[in-house]
Every structure is written in structure tokens, then in C-alpha cells.
């Protein structure tokens, strides 16, 4: 998994992670819908990998992290990605 950050119009800063990539649930595909995007997945990172990226990268697949959490006590820290619907 890539997790990106925009450096400009065009160009993304990419930083390749391990990750594990889970389904999203019924209630955070509510709360996503909520703020305007589609759940897809909860992805884990370590703590120490993630650095405030705004968009990750699966198989092809450009997304939004639209919120995360944590560090929990296993260290890492859960991102939440998804792609934005209705207004922009």
C-alpha cells in the first residue's frame, strides 16, 4: 500500500507501508456517507509510518483517508479510506 500526500496540481510525495486492509462496517459506512464519501476500507499502519498523509494507494486505486484513529496500544493507527461522493 502507497500512502501519498499532494506536493502540487499534479505530483504526490509516495511512501510505500505494510499494511492490513479490513472492510468498514455498516456504521462507519453510515458516518462516511455523513461527510461526503463512500467508506471502502480500515487500513492499520504503524504509528511511525504514517505522517498526516491525505490519500492512500491499493492496488490501483486512488483514495481518501477521510479520518483515522489512534495511535492505539499496539501502535498502530487506523485510517480510514474512501472516495468522496456529492458535493466537492
Known amino acids: 500500500m502507497t500512502l501519498l500526500v499532494k506536493k502540487n496540481k ?3 510525495l ?3 507501508v505494510f499494511a492490513e486492509i ?3 462496517g455498516r456504521d462507519e459506512f453510515t ?4 461527510k461526503d464519501y463512500k467508506a471502502s476500507m480500515m487500513i492499520e499502519v ?3 509510518e504514517y505522517e498526516g498523509q491525505t490519500e ?3 492496488d490501483g486505486r486512488k483514495m481518501a483517508i477521510y479520518r483515522t484513529y489512534g495511535p492505539k ?3 498502530k493507527v487506523e485510517l480510514y479510506a474512501g472516495e ?3 458535493k466537492s
Open 46 to 48: 504503524w504509528g511511525f
Open 31 to 34: 458516518a462516511a456517507g455523513q
Open 10 to 12: 499534479t505530483e504526490y
Open 14 to 16: 509516495e511512501k510505500e
Open 84 to 86: 468522496r461522493i456529492g
Open 73 to 75: 496500544s499496539n501502535g
Open 56 to 58: 492512500v494507494m491499493v
Open 22 to 24: 479490513n472492510p468498514v
